[in-house]
């Protein structure tokens, strides 16, 4: 056989004859790393083992100790490991696909009777019997006609589909073993099942889905596992897990009464008083924030023609996600089509239009808390984090070309303020570029990147690519933030918009005496305040900030004797600002206690007939277990300092 030359990351490069396998290549450098061994990237591309060799190439040898590639396989390994335990137990139940997901693999099954939680227990159990077994994982390449037949023959009609949908242009079809059992499957696979880390793998859960997708066709029954090099990081993930779970803002939004969700509006959200309050304390501390920054504050109509939406672009790029409404207007032959607005961007540049404009009115920051609403499918649809009505803390900045830089800059700025008042120190930044579908020509994309990415790195910021991801209109910033448990949630954007300016013919008079295009920069800070409030409730785990909280405190009665005096402490609360109430039933402390911690109450005021002579209260602060005495006199003024939103502060 000819040579070929492998090249090794140190940069040596070693001869082999065309056809070795990455396997022999592990083995022919040591014993040991053969049988470390678990796949190869070759050329950038993952490898299995048993894959012949035949040109020059760049090639690594991966072991468990490679993060990367060990999860991929790992993941993918324990989807067919487990679909072979469940065709064990149940021989005739049918296995469809197993793709591996974030944190482990899901593989789809038709069976009639439901699978139950103590079926998970014995499919693991089966598993692990299988990882003990270190039965040989090997791949052959067959013709799409031999694969059909073979599936034909076991009754396997969903594998029958697969291969009949996979194009026959002689690519090859690969069909692996994992000792007795067979799965299609284009791989890369360990060398055998003993390489799986047997305790740092769990069965989750059970769901429905449809074959390929379609609700018309078969339903089947869904098991999701996670999987992990080893076992610490299996109990760190479902340490996560339970954490996530505790600050649901669904479940946390019942227990503190801030809102509900019913089918007769999808997507839309019943504020509570108390979720309200929140809604309303957080809005009023963008409004001075914004204020301070030298925005405008402007409100646009909800329902627009769609002569607007073709004018701006989003009727072509954007209508599968509009609300479209069909009104008969008196006098016309045909109905009006109108749409609700998915965003606020045109009716702001129509308020930009009225009127002559000059060079010495920019920048011009306009801002709408305005409201949206986008079709998303039900399927996509969570809690108050996704929704097809919501608010926008939105803003527009009409400005110069010139002025790109110092705008990018001057907002940075506003958000990392805003950020840091609401807890979250620390951001990162993405820059999207063009999308696929847009609009403009290249060159108005070349300028718009450009200048985009030079203000943000005059700004100090080195931002992280994110190919494709851009608006249609133009390149955008997306601001990312960590939660307490590591989440990201991606809230604020900036964008740089050369097309709608163009195509709205927006204009102002230069210092030339000429017109020129303004530059639309597209901003927003908190994103939407359905989805911000949501992830607040998850980064406090209900325990809002004292300025936030919907009900800050509850001054509880110990005996009905105290209750004048109850009474006479919530007034001196509110009076001071504070958003106080009394608890008089005739239950005792405890009782009252618990259900306001439930409730995230953040301050709780005990009064008994002691605390009565003594004008003082007992108080207890939420997830304290120690309680003090304090003199209601001198309490006030030092919840007023507390309740103070941070804008408001000294600094």
Request: hydrophobic residues 40%.
């Amino acid at each position: 056989m000819a040579p070929i030359s492998l090249t090794f990351p140190d940069g040596n490069a070693r001869e082999f004859d065309a056809g070795i396998t990455p396997a022999e290549v592990a083995s022919s450098i040591a014993t040991s790393l053969g049988k470390k061994a678990i796949s190869a990237t070759v050329n950038g591309s993952h490898w299995d083992l048993s894959w012949p060799l035949e040109a020059d190439a760049s090639i690594a040898i991966n072991t468990m100790k490679d993060e990367t590639p060990a999860l991929e396989l790992i993941r993918h390994d324990f989807a067919h490991v487990m679909a072979r335990a469940v065709q064990e137990i149940w021989p005739d139940v049918k296995v469809t696909i197993g793709p591996v997901i974030e944190n482990g693999w899901y593989y789809d099954f038709d069976r009639e009777e439901p699978f139950t939680p103590e079926d998970l227990g014995q499919i693991e159990a089966k598993m692990k019997e299988i990882i003990n077994l270190r039965d040989p994982v090997r791949t052959e390449v067959w013709s799409r006609a031999d694969a059909i037949a073979y599936y034909q023959e076991r009754g396997e009609n969903f594998k029958v589909e697969l291969v009949e949908a996979i194009p026959d242009d002689g690519q090859p079809i690969r069909m692996y073993w994992h000792g007795d059992w067979q799965d299609l499957c284009r791989g890369p696979h360990l060398q055998h099942t003993g390489q799986l880390p047997a305790d740092a793998f769990k069965l989750m859960r059970v769901s429905g889905a449809y074959w390929r997708g379609d609700s018309d066709r078969e339903q089947l029954q869904r098991i999701y596992g996670v999987a992990f090099q080893n076992r610490e990081q299996l109990k760190q993930h479902l340490h996560f897990l339970e954490e996530a779970e505790k600050r649901d803002h669904r479940r946390l939004g019942r227990e503190m009464d801030l809102f509900h969700l019913q089918p007769e509006a999808p997507g839309q959200i019943f504020w509570h008083p108390n979720g309200w309050t929140v809604y309303t304390e957080l809005q009023d501390y963008v409004r001075r924030v914004q204020r301070r920054g030298e925005y405008v504050e402007v409100n646009t109509p909800q329902l627009v023609n769609r002569s607007l939406w073709e004018d701006s672009g989003h009727w072509e790029k954007y209508q599968e996600n509009m609300f479209i409404v069909e009104v008969d207007e008196e006098h016309a032959r045909e109905k009006a089509i109108n749409a609700l607005k998915p965003m606020n961007c045109p009716c702001h540049v129509q308020i930009f239009n009225q009127g002559l404009k000059s060079y010495r009115d920019l920048p011009l920051r306009m801002a709408e808390f305005g409201s949206c609403a986008r079709y998303e499918p039900s399927g996509a649809l969570h809690g108050i984090m996704r929704v097809r009505g919501f608010t926008q803390d939105d803003g527009h900045i009409f400005c110069a070309e010139d002025q790109i830089e110092s705008e990018t800059a001057v907002y940075i700025e506003y958000l990392t303020q805003v950020y840091k008042d609401l807890g979250f120190s620390n951001f990162r930044v993405k820059f999207s570029d063009r999308p696929e579908t847009r609009a403009g020509s290249d060159e108005v994309w070349d300028r718009a990147e450009k200048a985009l990415l030079d203000a943000t790195r005059a700004a100090g910021i080195e931002p992280e690519m994110n190919p494709g991801e851009g608006a249609f209109y133009g390149p955008k910033l997306e601001f990312v933030l960590t939660d307490a448990i590591g989440r990201d949630w991606q809230c604020g954007t900036h964008q740089v918009d050369f097309v709608l300016p163009e195509r709205l013919d927006a204009s102002y008079i230069g210092a030339d005496g000429e017109k020129h295009r303004p530059v639309m920069l597209h901003r927003a800070c908190l994103g939407s305040f359905e989805r911000f409030i949501g992830i607040l409730i998850e980064e406090h785990a209900g325990k809002l900030p004292f300025w936030l909280a919907p009900r800050q405190v509850v001054v509880a009665s110990i005996v009905s004797d105290a209750d004048d005096f109850c009474h006479e402490a919530v007034a001196a609360l509110k009076a001071a600002g504070i958003r106080a109430e009394a608890d008089l039933r005739n239950e005792k402390i405890n009782y009252k206690v618990r259900e306001h911690s439930l409730g995230k109450v953040p301050m709780i005021l005990a009064i008994g007939r002691k605390e009565v002579e003594d004008r003082t209260v007992t108080l207890r602060k939420l997830g304290e277990k120690q309680t003090k005495v304090v003199a209601l006199d001198d309490l006030v003024p030092e919840l007023v300092s507390e309740a103070t939103p941070p804008d408001l502060r000294p600094s």
